[in-house]
């Protein structure tokens, strides 16, 4: 089983810049391709970033290429996700899921719980 945990999420102006991270543990993770998500209100999942094995291949949406930018430290089984030039749309609860695959693939097998970033006008 593989556990994934959020942090980082806040409230920020729009313009400003936050770094989510998302620490993974449980006896089976491999350093699996891994991405992040976000969910808004009334609004389905959309896909944000994603990361392969070791790093070499990234994935963006259309709505953060250029804003966001997506790592990972696999000695500390930690992805993060910096979010830079922050406007309201961003809003959404964001969530860290992980496949079970080293590239970067349609399915994720594993989510966290979420965090929420709320950017004001």
């Known amino acids: 089983q593989v556990q994934l945990v959020e942090s980082g999420g806040g409230l920020v102006q729009a313009g400003g810049s936050l770094r989510l991270s998302c620490a993974a543990s449980g006896r089976t993770f491999s350093n699996p391709a891994m991405a992040w998500f976000r969910q808004a209100p009334g609004k389905e999942r959309e896909f944000v970033a994603a990361?392969?094995?070791?790093?070499?291949?990234?994935n963006y949406g259309d709505n953060v290429k250029g804003r966001f930018t997506i790592s990972r430290d696999n000695a500390k089984n930690t992805v993060y996700l910096q979010m830079n030039s922050l406007k309201p749309e961003d809003t959404a609860v964001y969530y860290c899921a992980a496949s079970n695959v080293p590239y970067i693939a349609r399915t994720y097998n594993y989510w966290g719980q979420g965090t929420q970033v709320t950017v004001s006008s």
């Open positions: 990361i392969s094995r070791g790093g070499g291949t990234t």
